[in-house]
């Protein structure tokens, strides 16, 4: 069993690009998570899909990000015209739907540099 | 809402010495989740041990258990035995089974050293 996968590992962009990372959960697990975790912190949670539905949104998840999960498989996170403030790392997690899935696994996480 | 509060930035121990790290939290839902995870400075968050709020045992994994004082609203970890490799940042986490049921909102995180 394979864990969460994401890609790519580091990213360093300039201000004002775009950028978009990949998450691919464990297979068959229904929900995915992303996360964000500046210098210090915890995670924060930014949305949530279950399957292809997008459920909830943090009011952190500004209209420059935009998050997907096509098919209910892999997810896709945008940064539109990156900011400095954008710098972070970027984890995705998943998690099955069953009765007493409550864990949630996560990847190596994505990190990203704004210059 | 939900908060979570660990209030230790910094832990150093002598390995083979048992550690407890701190964490009290605040909600108003009646049902809940606590969680523990390890992030080694790889940066992945490795899950550790999960106590319900209605559980009326305390959670133990191996070298693992969850220290759960409802009334105190704690969730310490105790790690038995301490091991070079249990060096990391752990964080507690919380997750409401009503209203944002799905996220899960995490302390600041507790630094833990085990010293040879």
């Known amino acids: 069993d394979t864990g969460v996968s994401q890609n790519p590992r580091h990213k360093i962009t300039k201000r004002g690009q775009n950028v978009t990372f990949r998450c691919d959960p464990i297979?068959?697990?229904?929900?995915l998570y992303w996360y964000r975790q500046t210098l210090g912190q915890g995670p924060e949670f930014l949305t949530y899909f279950q399957n292809e539905a997008q459920l909830e949104k943090s009011r952190l998840l500004s209209d420059r990000f935009s998050a997907e999960r096509p098919k209910g498989s892999f997810s896709t996170l945008e940064i539109q015209r990156t900011e400095q403030g954008d710098s972070a790392m970027y984890l995705c997690?998943?998690?099955?739907?069953?009765?007493?899935?409550?864990?949630?696994?996560f990847g190596p996480g994505t990190r990203l540099t704004v210059t | 809402a939900q908060k979570i509060t660990q209030t230790q930035p910094g832990m150093f121990v002598q390995e083979k010495e048992a550690v407890t790290l701190d964490c009290t939290y605040d909600t108003s839902d009646q049902s809940y989740g606590l969680f523990w995870y390890k992030q080694p400075s790889s940066g992945e968050m490795i899950f550790l041990i999960y106590?319900?709020?209605?559980?009326?045992q305390n959670a133990t994994e191996g070298r693992y258990s969850l220290n759960f004082q409802k009334a105190r609203k704690s969730a310490n970890l105790v790690i038995s035995a301490s091991q070079l490799g249990d060096s990391a940042m752990y964080f507690c986490a919380m997750r409401g089974r009503i209203q944002g049921a799905q996220k899960l909102v995490f302390g600041q995180g507790t630094r833990l050293t085990i010293n040879p």
């Open positions: 997690a998943s998690s099955p739907l069953r009765r007493g899935g409550h864990e949630q696994y």
């Open positions: 297979s068959e697990h229904n929900r």
């Open positions: 106590q319900g709020s209605y559980d009326e």
